[in-house]
Every structure is written in C-alpha cells, then in structure tokens.
Nanobody, 128 residues
C-alpha cells in the first residue's frame, strides 16, 4: 500500500518562509517523479512544482518562480519545497504526489493526471 505524507504547513506572515516535506512509502520502484500541487478555496488544483526521478527536470508554475525551490532527498522517496517570499495568494492546501514518469521534456507542465498517488495535504496560510 502506497502512502504519501506531507508535513510543514502552517501560518506565516507575508514575506515569510515555510518548508514543506513529503515522504512516500510502499512503492516498489524509486524511479518516479514527484510533485507539489495546491488548491485554494474555490479554485482548481494546480501544479506548483515537479521534479523528475533523476532530479534533472524541474518545473515551476510562473507565480512561484524565483520564490519556491523543489528538491529531493538522498532517499528518492522524499521531497521538499522551500517557499520564500510568501504571498497571501499562496494560501492553499498543498499536496504531494508521486507515481509518475513525468519529465518536462516529455509531458510539459506537471498536471494531476501525470501522478498516481497523493497525500492528504497540508494547509499553508499566508496572512498578517
């Protein structure tokens, strides 16, 4: 059984930073891409950032470029998202996803349909 668990969300003031972590377990393979998605109230879930299994291919949605950094741990089943210069519009539930052969060259921007396994999400609230 595959489990995906996110951690690190919380409340932060505008301009602040947060770091999200994700650990996936139960996969029988480790050559999988991983990604972060978010869903704000009343909006559709969107791909925030994805990274290929090798780490060579990365994607960031335009609104977070230069502020967020995605990375994988030494254990390929761990994923991080460093979020700096946070804005109120970054407020959302952030989801970690895995189980994918995604690369930017092959699939373009990361989309929900590229990923097979999802975490329950962690709330990020940016507010003064």
């Amino acid at each position: 059984q595959v489990q995906v668990v996110e951690s690190g969300g919380g409340l932060v003031q505008p301009g602040g930073s947060l770091s999200l972590s994700c650990t996936a377990s139960g996969l029988t393979y480790d050559n999988t891409a991983m990604g972060w998605f978010r869903q704000a109230p009343g909006k559709e879930r969107e791909g925030v950032s994805c990274i290929s299994w090798s780490g060579a291919s990365k994607y960031y949605t335009d609104s977070v470029k230069g502020r967020f950094t995605i990375s994988r741990g030494n254990a390929k089943n761990t994923l991080y998202l460093q979020m700096n210069s946070l804005k109120p519009e970054d407020t959302a539930i952030y989801y970690c996803a895995t189980g994918s052969l995604w690369t930017y060259a092959r699939d373009g921007p990361c989309e929900q349909g590229n990923f097979g396994y999802w975490g329950q999400g962690t709330q990020v609230t940016v507010s003064s």
